[in-house]
């Protein structure tokens, strides 16, 4: 059974979760909408997938937990971007606070000795380092690429083969 805490952090990430899902969504379809990103656009739909999936994971723990898990209301995603660079800034900032989010409840799962809950989220604490670091690569390399066109045609075909091969 979880603590009132715990069951509370925990539908705190399902809201986590649920936003990142739709800001992808919206950087899917501001990429759609400019021309020549297709593969940006991928990406991103396919991002946003996942972490609607992450966020069904974390709501039906809550539940075989003896919790209850609650769908969450969102605001509208702000989709301000000015450049693909500004884009893939707002993705690693994102991944970085959902990461420091999954430490605090692995925090709060050793505090409270509930080793079901920390076994858990070793999935996500995986899951994060790979998506964190994925965002960093993909932020170097349109720092080298900076306005040069031609770099960001092949970032965007290199990202389209990317999700392609996973
Ligand atoms: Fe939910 O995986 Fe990243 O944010």
Redesign the pocket.
């Known amino acids: 059974m979880l603590s009132k805490e715990m069951e509370k952090i925990l539908n705190n990430q399902v809201k986590l979760?649920a936003e990142?899902s739709m800001n992808y969504l919206a950087m899917a379809s501001w990429a759609e909408c400019q021309p020549g990103l297709d593969g940006i656009t991928e990406f991103f739909y396919a991002q946003s997938e996942?972490?609607r999936i992450?966020m069904i994971k974390l709501l039906r723990y809550i539940n075989e937990r003896g919790g209850t898990g609650q769908v969450p209301e969102l605001k509208k995603p702000s989709v301000k971007y000015k450049t693909v660079q500004d884009l893939f800034k707002h993705f690693l900032a994102?991944?970085i606070a959902?990461t420091k989010s999954i430490y605090d409840i692995v925090d709060l799962s050793f505090r409270e000795k509930d080793f079901a809950t920390h076994n858990f989220l070793q999935w996500?604490v995986t899951?994060?380092m790979e998506?964190e670091k994925s965002a960093r690569d993909l932020n170097d390399k349109l720092e080298m690429i900076g306005s040069d066109k031609s770099g960001l045609y092949l970032f965007d075909r290199d990202i389209m083969n990317l999700r392609t091969a996973e």
């Open positions: 979760e990142s996942e972490e992450h994102s991944e959902v996500y899951e994060q998506e």
